[in-house]
Every structure is written in C-alpha cells, then in structure tokens.
Nanobody, 123 residues
C-alpha cells in the first residue's frame, strides 16, 4: 500500500532552520511530482513547494519563496523540504504529497498524502 511518511518536524527559533523528509513506500512513484503543503490552526491548507519527477522544475508558494527549498532523491524514494529563515507564521502541520502532475500540487490536489509533521517556530 502506497504510503508517505514525514519526519524532521519540531521546534525552531525564528531565523533558524529545519529540514523535513518524506519517505515514499509501498507504491509506484515513477513519474510523480512530490511536494509539501501546510495547514495552521483555523487556516486553510496552503501550498508550500513542489518538485517534478526529474527535479528540473520546482514551484513555491509566495510565502516561502527564497526561504524554502524542495529537493528529492529518487533512488531513495524521498523528498525533502529545507526551511531557512523561519518565521513564527511558518508554524503549521506540514504534509508531504505526491501527484502525477506537478501542476496539481499548488491546487492542493494529490494522489497520495502523508500524515503530517508539526513545525513550531518561536519568536
């Protein structure tokens, strides 16, 4: 059964960094774009970033451009989110997602979702 599992969440101070990982298991992900979305309490789910299967194309949400970087390692069936210059407003549950289409992820559409990992940023 296809499953995405996030790790690396936790607490950081404003201005600090965290790196999230997403492990894809139990399914066929060849050709799939992978990405990250987040949801803060009382807020709608927000697109963070995504990367194409080959890694040549990336997309980012306006709130994180220039601070966050999405990458992947297809040999390990893994995706990563490097978060730098963290702000308190980055506090949210971060979800890993996989889709056959890179363009679907900014719309919040994905075939597979992880369970989420909590990120807290203190001021």
């Amino acid at each position: 059964q296809a499953q995405l599992v996030e790790s690396g969440g936790g607490t950081a101070q404003a201005g600090g960094s965290l790196r999230l990982s997403c492990a894809a298991t139990g399914g066929t992900y060849n050709g799939y774009a992978m990405g990250w979305l987040r949801q803060a309490p009382g807020m709608e789910r927000e697109f963070v970033g995504a990367i194409s299967w080959g890694g040549g194309r990336t997309r980012y949400g306006d709130a994180v451009k220039g601070r966050f970087t999405v990458s992947r390692d297809n040999a390990k069936y893994a995706a990563y989110l490097q978060m730098d210059s963290l702000k308190p407003e980055d506090t949210a549950v971060y979800y890993c997602a996989a889709s056959p289409s890179l363009g679907e992820l900014p719309q919040g559409t994905a075939k597979y979702w992880g369970q989420g990992t909590q990120v807290n940023v203190s001021s």
